[in-house]
């Protein structure tokens, strides 16, 4: 099977839900010296928006999502062995969370799925972070970035506190926001160094940009 063809049949396996079908695809694609980068980016990330978008169109139940992602999150564990492991390889660091009261983390992993890709290095803090804790880790590991993702926008007191944290702890660290609560005027609101849009290729990209790196 060409390695094209392998790679989307981890894209499919994902959107099937199946756990066990995403190791055998992703196992198969690697053994096969498929790119891990192409793996994540159009296998697995693939997969699991486009199981995301059907969740945002009704199509599928939040249970559905949370499988996608396990069946993700079982097929990154085998491609992160293939990736850059060693802290000084990595191009950049990022903290990264969702902030106190917002629960959901589907877009985040993904988000971490891809800023893995991308060469950082991801300290993920999880959901419903303080906003304390995501300056206390960015002084901790010197982070380059502080991400957060949200889509309560009940929330966005919490994230414009990280926001104004960061500033008034004169951390270097910039912050990027993303998610269907934020948008490029909600950023400029809330005292944020970049929004990172609704998907989480431009989110990686605008890191990327916000940093210098490529």
């Known amino acids: ?112 799925l891809m800023l893995k890709a991308g060469g950082f290095e991801v300290f993920d803090l999880g959901v419903d972070v303080d906003p304390q804790t995501f300056i206390e880790k960015a002084k901790e590991v010197d982070a380059d970035l502080i991400g957060m993702s949200l889509i309560m926008s009940v929330c966005l007191d919490q994230m414009e506190a990280v926001c104004h944290l960061a500033k008034e702890n004169g951390l270097r660290a910039k912050t990027i926001i993303g998610g269907p609560a934020t948008s490029d005027k909600v950023a400029g609101e809330i005292g944020a160094d970049a929004y990172g849009g609704f998907d989480a290729v431009t989110g990686v990209k605008t890191a990327k940009e916000l940093i210098g790196i490529s």
């Open 1 to 112: 099977m060409p390695s094209n063809e392998k790679i989307t049949a981890i894209r499919n396996a994902v959107v099937a839900l199946s756990v066990p079908d995403t190791e055998k695809s992703t196992r198969d694609a690697l053994e096969s010296g498929a790119d891990p980068y192409e793996i994540i980016e159009d296998g697995l990330a693939a997969g699991l928006t486009e199981v995301g978008d059907k969740w945002f169109r009704k199509e599928l139940f939040i249970s559905h999502v949370l499988v996608a992602a396990k069946a993700v999150s079982a097929g990154q564990e085998l491609v992160e062995k293939k990736l850059v492991g060693k802290k000084h390889q990595y191009k950049a660091s990022i903290v990264l969370g969702t902030p106190k009261g917002d629960l959901h983390d589907i877009g985040k992993n993904l988000v971490a």
